[in-house]
């Protein structure tokens, strides 16, 4: 096995354990690359289907082409779509720095949709590498009432045993992704043919690197415009994956403030 | 049902996985500075991580702060430690490696097992200066209970010693000792400063006389993770899926390989079944696949094996797993309470569950000397040996370091998870005795009292037939509940009446009555009655076998009459038909009585029953209340 096949093995084993464990169960899927993966990977998992529904939190704002490929892939893949919206900026605490306070939009839509659901496991996407508070997290990470997430008293987890407390109100955020770094991604995109939406390949000399809601995401200068030239790219770029994201920079803690809250 | 794939797979670059390796040692003995120094040293800094470090560290009125690239949190950077751990990969020459960066705070000892359990190595950083802390011998226990296999020393801050020869080797001495006495095998003890840099990626001036390996060299000797696919086929059942009318039996492959035509048994059920596909979805076809592989069978016959089945090779007894139902097992503790003797837990083991409870806890590691002792419980981040007793016996590969056999954890009635358990091996079990697999109440004793007003008790009424023991037991049973304290009275009649209608009256069969006598004393005295037992129990032996089940809440009590009062009262007309020859070993008639040696309380019973009862409820009442 080379280190993709045990990123893949152990992400497949991941999410075996919250489907077996956790119900309701749902899958976030951002239309993102990280997320097409683990849809990917569900389909691993499951033979070719995904057994639970998958959930897109709309702040409205998305990228028309991130619209296109949704629908078009909620069919190819059989996937059970659930559509959630986010309120309006102006009921977001207005302490959190503009493009934070944007972002806090999708965590109280998708604490609506945990709400309305009742879903006691909810998978999520984020990886170690994407940024500090990330790396803290665990595969199996409890969410108390209100959603919010306790860095400071979080469960013991080792040798593959995931702690799955519950009571009234909360649920597990599950990270099949959490050791992936992101040029892992890029490497298993590539040998799978994973589809992606085009915003990540350069046109005019830039392409997304990440991407999130149009008003907070800015592309990168590049020329890579295959998944080939991406990964080529990344082998010996030491810029940071988020720099594209306005909010991560903001101010010192304010993505760790998003995050206890329950931003992804 | 496949789906092949036609993708960039064979161009891809085959790499090895990542080497974890864990980072640990006292609070402030350098860790995370070494960490930063490493991905600095190794050239894997981020574009801006450099110069945020330079700035944060500028804020705080510092010199570049190393650790300010891990710990991240808002937290950390004002308390100054490490909260959690945190892995961060980094690449020497063609190998990746993976840092887990393990807090030293002792309160953040289940985050740091959260980091450390699948390491493949370990740096213990330990400052020169210093020598070996708590943390320290803490950590080394803790590696040694994990079963890390390659441990490295840095003896950081060296600098303090002025890199000084003679100063070194009495710190690398004492070090060396210590991980002695754990049976851990050091591959270097490498002196260094992590701020400045010395022996970390390159060799130090400033220690011209050291002659081992930098700390990334002493990395680099560190080999590749063992392989597992030599060894005896073993896969526990994580689901069985039915999609299209087709099972799965998925799972992940632990050791060894499987290949379709296989033989092999469902462990729980120990049915056997042939392998008749080895599916995956989107990838090439194999007929076989090997350890570390998440995949899925199809059996033949179509049976249904359970989550937690381990599958393992049949017709070969050298490639079957263990099979007990007391195991002996290591443990690190990571509740905040005790573990005491009779607690029940699940244990987890891969994707099996079974109920188990601790039968004894043999050694408590005395983290000071790091000596085993003796004792009753173990302390919360304790570490211990102890024995688990299941409730059948199960199927187990014992622990064994670097693999992933036999590591157990205890999870708690709230799916929390409260210890690590590697498993050792089957308890022995002494010539002749049968496995008992007891669960106990998970509430308190305390708790119970403090629910009940009062706590718990047996009192043991012993006498002679016609004495008047169950006539004072049932007595004093309404003058407790005029008290407000609730007490059962257990007495022979009504125990032979029902629990103990298969028994006579011969010696043995007496023994055994009291026997069964004494463990429903027991049992209901740990639901926090006052049990009051009235049996003949004329032998000493056999009273010395009650208080043995029961503890010491037993107490025994003697309700004191002549034979010849007894004879005359004769209120069932025992005394009556043993004279008559009608009843064979009868008490004082024709079996002996043993009247009790030292009682803690003697019933003198020639005087009203009532006076009796109250000088009895007035003994009880005093010592539950």
């Known amino acids: 096995m080379d280190d993709l096949d045990q990123l893949e093995a152990q992400s497949i084993f991941i999410l075996r354990e919250a489907y077996r464990k956790l119900r309701p169960l749902a899958l976030l899927w951002s239309l993102g690359k990280d997320s097409n993966v683990m849809v990917w990977l569900a389909r691993k998992a499951f033979m070719g289907r995904v057994p639970f529904p998958v959930m897109h939190v709309d702040t409205g704002k998305k990228f028309p082409e991130m619209y296109a490929f949704r629908d078009e892939y909620t069919k190819k893949w059989d996937l059970d779509l659930i559509l959630g919206d986010c309120p309006p900026v102006e009921e977001i605490d207005p302490s959190l720095p503009p493009a934070a306070r944007s972002a806090a939009r999708k965590t109280a839509g998708l604490a609506a949709l945990i709400d309305q659901h009742k879903f006691r496991g909810v998978i999520a996407g984020i990886r170690r590498d994407e940024q500090a508070t990330r790396a803290k997290e665990r595969v199996f990470s409890p969410r108390g009432a209100g959603h919010r997430w306790d860095v400071r008293n979080q469960p013991p987890e080792f040798w593959d045993q995931y702690a799955t407390p519950y009571e009234d109100g909360m649920h597990i955020r599950v990270h099949p992704l959490l050791a992936w770094r992101e040029v892992d991604i890029w490497r298993y995109i590539e040998r799978e043919n994973i589809p992606l939406v085009d915003l990540y390949f350069s046109k005019n000399g830039q392409r997304y690197r990440s991407l999130g809601d149009q008003d907070i995401t800015s592309p990168i200068d590049s020329n890579a415009s295959t998944v080939a030239e991406v990964i080529a790219e990344l082998e010996i770029s030491k810029t940071s994956e988020r720099a594209g994201r306005a909010m991560d920079h903001e101010s010192e803690d304010a993505f760790e403030r998003l995050r206890v809250a329950g931003y992804l | 049902m496949a789906d092949i794939v036609n993708s960039n797979a064979a161009q891809a670059i085959l790499r090895p996985a990542a080497t974890p390796i864990v980072i640990v040692g006292h609070v402030d003995h350098g860790k995370s500075s070494l960490i930063g120094r490493l991905l600095y040293d190794t050239d894997s800094l981020q574009d801006g991580k450099l110069a945020q470090i330079v700035e944060s560290s500028r804020k705080r009125g510092l010199t570049v702060e190393w650790s300010f ?25 063609d190998r990746e490696f993976v840092i887990v960066d393990a807090p030293g705070h002792r309160q953040f000892l289940r985050n740091m097992i959260t980091g450390a359990a699948d390491a493949e190595a370990a740096v213990l950083v330990v400052d020169a200066q210093e020598g070996a802390q708590e943390q320290t011998r803490r950590h080394a226990m803790l590696l040694r209970l994990i079963g890390i296999r390659h441990v490295i020393v840095l003896l950081n801050k060296s600098d303090l010693l002025n890199f000084e020869e003679s100063a070194i080797a009495k710190a690398e001495a004492d070090v060396r000792q210590l991980l002695g006495r754990l049976e851990i095998e050091v591959e270097a003890v490498v002196p260094a400063s992590a701020r400045d840099g010395d022996n970390i990626a390159s060799r130090s001036e400033r220690s011209p006389w050291y002659k081992g390996p930098t700390l990334i060299e002493a990395l680099s000797n560190v080999p590749p993770p063992a392989s597992r696919l030599a060894l005896p086929f073993r896969m526990p059942v994580q689901d069985v899926y039915r999609f299209d009318d087709v099972r799965y039996v998925a799972g992940r492959i632990e050791r060894g390989t499987v290949r379709v035509g296989d033989q092999i048994v469902i462990g729980a059920q120990r049915q056997v079944a ?98 085993l002792r003796p004792g009753d419980s173990v302390p919360p981040d304790g570490f211990a040996e102890i024995t688990l007793a299941t409730s059948h016996a199960i199927l187990f590969d ?120 004494a463990h429903v004393a027991k049992i209901l005295a740990e639901s926090g009655q006052v049990v009051i037992v009235a049996l003949v129990s004329p032998l000493q032996s056999d009273r010395d076998l009650a208080r043995k089940i029961i503890g010491e809440e037993f107490h025994e009590v003697f309700v004191d009459s002549p034979l010849e009062t007894c004879e005359a009262r004769d209120p069932k007309g025992l005394y009556a038909a043993a004279r008559a020859g009608r009843i064979p070993e009868f008490t004082g008639v024709s079996a002996p009585y043993e009247a009790p040696q030292a009682p803690v309380l003697r019933l003198a019973t020639d005087r009203a029953a009532e006076e009796t009862a109250q000088e009895l409820t007035t003994f009880i009442a005093d010592r539950v209340r």
């Open chain 2, 69 to 93: 690239l891990l710990d991240s949190l808002q937290i950390e950077r004002d308390q100054g430690v490490t909260v959690d751990s945190t892995r961060i990969p980094f690449r020497l020459g």
């Open chain 2, 274 to 371: 042939t392998i008749a596909e080895v599916c995956r979805w989107h990838a090439p076809v194999r007929p076989v696949a090997g350890a570390g592989e998440s995949i899925a069978l199809r059996l033949e016959p179509d049976l249904v094996p359970d989550r937690g089945d381990l599958l393992f090779p049949a017709n070969d007894e050298a490639a079957a797993p263990e099979r007990a139902a007391r195991i002996r097992t290591r443990l690190f503790w990571l509740r905040g309470e005790p573990l005491q003797v009779g607690e029940s837990f699940v244990l987890r083991l891969a994707t099996a569950e079974h109920d188990v409870t601790v039968v004894s806890i043999d050694a408590v590691v005395d983290l000071d000397d790091l000596t």
């Open chain 2, 398 to 517: 014992p622990f064994s370091p670097g693999f992933g056999d036999g590591r157990g954890v205890l999870v708690d009635r709230h799916q929390r998870i409260v210890g690590g358990a590697p498993l050792i091996g089957p308890a022995e079990l002494a010539e002749g005795t049968h496995a008992i697999h007891p669960t106990s109440s998970r509430i308190s004793a305390g708790a119970q009292a403090a629910a009940r007003g009062h706590r718990s008790g047996v009192f043991w009424l012993t006498g002679l037939p016609g004495s008047g023991k169950s006539t004072v037991a049932r007595a004093t049973e309404a003058d407790l509940a005029a008290q407000g304290i609730k007490a059962t009275v257990l007495d022979g009649d009504t125990l032979r009446a029902g629990l103990c209608s298969d028994l006579g009256f011969s010696p043995q069969d007496r023994q055994e009555n009291i026997r069964r006598a």
